[in-house]
Every structure is written in C-alpha cells, then in structure tokens.
C-alpha cells in the first residue's frame, strides 16, 4: 500500500500542474493515469519527416498565458499559425465569395450568435444549436455555420444548447478570440506538440506517475481516502479526479455520490470527432496562393488548416466532427485514408495524393478520453451542470478543463484549473 497526501486521477494537464504545485509546496502526490500515455487530450507523434504531429489539441492562443508560461519554463518554442494566401470557401468545386448572399446571411448569424454570447439574447438552453442554425438561410450559409460551429463544438449540433455554446464562446474571450488567428485562440502551435510539452512534464514527475493504473474505486473515511485500480491500493488524505466528468463517470464512489454532484456525471457528454494531419514535404499549396484553410460545403472533407512548422515541411489538418466523424469510422483505414486525401485534392490538387505520411485519431474510440475537445452539458441540464461547478464531495476535489470558467476546453483552462484545485488542496493541509 502506497501512502501519500494526495493521489490525483489522470495525468492530462490539469493533473500535470496540480502535482507540479502541490509538490512544490512539500506535500506527497501519486498520479494514476488510465492510459499508456500521459497528456489526456494532448497527444503528439512523429512524422516519417521526424516533425511533430498533434492529433488532438493543438493551438495556443495570444491570451492564454499561463500555457505560454509553460512553453517558455520548458525551452519549448511556439511558431505562429500561418495565414498568408487565400482561404478557400467551396461548393461543388466553385468558390463561394463572402460577398454573396451566402456570406451576407452567414455574417447575420454571426451577429445573432454574438448577441447570445454578449447579452443571452435568444440563447435558450432548451433550443439545440441544431435548431437555431436550421432559422439560418439560404442552404448554403446555414451549411456554413454548421462546418464553422462544427469545428468549435466538436459534436453534433442537435445534441448541445445554443446558451451552452453562447457561454462557451463568452469564456474563451468572445467570438473574435474563439475563432481568430491573429490575436485569436488559433494564434499560435507548439514546436514540440501539445503533447511533448505535456510529456516533458511528465519526465519532471516520472516517480510520482503510474500508468496504465485506472481508477475504479474512491473510499472516504473520517481519516482519508483509499483509492484503488486492478493493480493495488493508495491511501491519502485527499484526492483530484482531473478527467472529465463522463470519464470519471466510471469510478465507484464510497459513500455514493450526492445527487447533485452525480447530475453532472450523468448530464455531461464528450464530443465526436476525428483528426488526420497530413505530413508532405513541402506546404505545395502556398505556392499557388493558398493559405491551407478550407471550408468545404459538401465532401468528406469540411475543413483543412495549415499546421506546418518551421523548417520547410507541410502539415495539413483537418477536423471531422459528429455523424461525419462516425461515418468514416465506417470505412476501413485505407480507404479512410484515400477518402482523406481525395476529398484534399479535390481542393489542392494531385500532390495532396502523395504524402510522406498520414496520422489519424478518432477521439470517440478512444477508451480513456471518450471523446473531444470536452464535456458538454446535455440540453436543459446547463444549469445544473454550471452551478455545481467543481465544489469538493468530501476530500475528493474536482479538476479538468470543464470546471474552469474561462477557457474552457482548452488547454489553458485545463491548467487554469490544476493551480486552483492545488490551491484549494493545500488549504486543506
């Protein structure tokens, strides 16, 4: 039996700086990850060009400082994301002008969706986002803010409220950050991947981390906590569940949950949506102008994003959400892999055929996450879900992106959160 002050669940960022801070103020920390890996939500591989490869978060924005801070403590250095050439709207192979009918009716939404985020003007929480973006017309510009929402919200839009989604925006600084580049949430990427960063901090706490160590049981006593995976049992004084709440859904609490705690377990689901980034050896397509950014109205493709770090090679991304994202699950790897890169040719033209390599994640099927970017609240359930927040059940306490106010789903509210529960464990000793 291990004993230590505190044992923290899940080693994504949250967990990560929580066990930095609470280490770093003398107590004992054990961190149990489910998983192979460290880094949750943050996973980097290496390309056959040996560059870097994020196939889940990925973007650093100008204010989210305190992952800025962590780039810097750990010589990691940041490149911003490329926007130079034209960005390309498509239907049917034809350019779409922002200009036209489409692009004025899809600057209205946006307007009405800035409302909802600013004033809670038309932003219900019994109305899904399908339904408010079925009163978008004509065809054209409601399919474009179902591409553009789908890229934020990575779920389907029927399953999630437009107050969730105006809140969300409203936490990520607004709709100019939440979708901007410049300035914006998509500013800038990480040389070494979201998850070398995280795996570089792993290496400053491998004494403390055991993987492949799932949590399936918490027992509160009067003078601690036991918590408990297939392979042994760790007593503390207090306990940080870091995972969101549908992941942490699957552990047995001892004694039983309060209601009202347990409504967010069971009122919160995680995203669908798959990622590829394509690795070439050159950005090919900014010598015919283009920036890499792509929203495509119909195909297999809705997005693609120029991803390339310095040094001369190419990377494409391109994100796949909801009844998209399951129906290429559908299709066996390769032809997966030819439909991803015939629907970017389609665009680019033939050399998207031939990368030096293809990296894909389809984060629903992934047994420890369950899903990206995070947990929604489930339509009607905001309330409940937001006025818990991440109140302390006892000596378990709560931590993860989800119970940050500000930047929620992002890394940097998930670090957010690991210095407040850290903060809020050590008041405790």
Partial sequence: MNDVDVVIVGAGYAGLVA???????????????AADRVGGRAMTVTSSAGTAVDLGGQWIGKEHVKMRALADEFAVPLFLTHTQGKTLIRHRGRDVSLFSMTGLAVGRAFLRLAAAERFGLGARDDQT?????????????????????????????????????????RGAGGLREMFGVEGGAQEALLTAGAGGLAEMMATELASVI????????????????????PHDVTRASRVIVSTAPPVANSITHRPALPEWRERVQRNTFMGTVYKAVVVYDSPFWREDGFSGELFALDGPVPSTFDVSPPGGRGH?????????????????PVTRRATILSGIARHFGEPARHPLSFHEKSWHQDEFVHGGYM????????NDVRNVGAEPVGRVHWAGTETSPRYSGYFEGAVLSGERVADEVLATF
């Fill in 19 to 33: 066990a930095r801070n609470l280490l770093g103020s003398g107590l004992s920390v054990r961190i149990l990850e």
């Fill in 129 to 169: 986002l399908g339904e408010w973006l079925g009163r978008v017309g004509p065809r054209r510009a409601r399919r474009l803010m179902e591409i553009a929402m789908g890229e934020v919200i990575a779920t389907d839009a029927e399953l999630v409220s437009v107050r969730a989604v105006a809140e969300g925006i």
């Fill in 210 to 229: 055991s993987l492949s160590h799932p949590v399936v049981d918490i027992s509160q006593g009067e003078s601690g906590v036991t918590v408990s995976t």
């Fill in 316 to 332: 494409l991304c391109t994100l796949v959400p909801g009844q998209s994202a399951r129906n290429l699950d559908k299709l066996s």
């Fill in 375 to 382: 947990a929604w609240p489930r339509p009607g359930a905001l």
